[in-house]
């Protein structure tokens, strides 16, 4: 195990508790105590998971996370002292993959860390179609093609939850939660030019179907014989 975390958390016998426990679980482990280089440690040190303290000192968890967000999928793990419903709806929706209320167990956190990363490393599969999270690659039999990151979020959106319909406004809202130059048209204009990729990799059935009046799903191609 040679995963990187990144710990943002400004009480120093939590972090250093963190540090000692990750570290005997085979993590490669860095600290920080404010968040004012936060966007800097992750860009250079390229960290595999997050761990990113709500309440810090020069710059909040909060507004960690949106910056790393407009660049980076990398999942976050919110450590917080606060309890109230808000806060963690807050934090999800900024994009942290999961909320943790101090006081905590790190063997469960360390659970939690380690399911988040085995989920993000494997490839989703729909029968013979594969997206790699990582890469941002979809494979189709032996051909292949990658994603612009635009493309990704799009597409993992309905390639995740396979029948769904997403209206533009949920795409806008769940995909780009923090993109404000998003509109309706950009979701059409990133939807035709996933269809014209796809073509490329040589399937033949539409696997993103236009709803009339609804939006988008995704359609799982069917099995030929």
Avoid at 102 to 110: C, H, I, N, R, Y
Avoid at 115 to 132: G, M
Avoid at 150 to 165: H, T
């Amino acid at each position: 195990m040679n995963e990187k975390i990144l710990i943002v958390e400004d009480e120093e016998a939590i972090s250093k508790y963190l540090m000692k426990f990750l570290n005997k679980e085979g993590f490669q482990v860095k600290a920080l105590s404010s968040g004012l280089n936060v966007i800097d440690t992750t860009h250079n040190w390229q960290p595999d998971l997050i761990i990113l303290d709500l309440m810090l000192p020069e710059k909040n968890g909060i507004t960690c996370c949106k910056e790393i967000r407009e660049f980076s999928d990398i999942p976050i793990i919110m450590l917080t002292a606060k309890v109230e419903e808000i806060d963690r709806i807050i934090g999800l929706r900024v994009g942290a993959d999961d909320y943790v209320c101090k006081p905590f167990s790190a063997v469960e956190l360390t659970l939690r860390i380690q399911q988040i990363l085995k989920r993000v490393s494997t490839p989703i599969s729909h029968d013979k179609l594969q997206l790699d999270r990582q890469t941002y690659i979809i494979s189709y039999l032996k051909n292949s093609l990658e994603l612009t990151h635009l493309e990704f979020l799009l597409f993992n959106l309905l390639y995740s939850n396979p029948s769904v319909i997403f209206s533009r406004d949920q795409i806008i809202e769940i995909a780009y939660p923090n993109r404000n130059d998003i509109f309706d048209r950009a979701i059409d204009s990133h939807v035709k030019n996933l269809r014209k990729k796809i073509v490329q990799i040589n399937i033949d059935q539409t696997v993103i179907d236009s709803v009339y009046g609804a939006g988008y799903r995704y359609l799982p191609p069917k099995k030929t014989s």
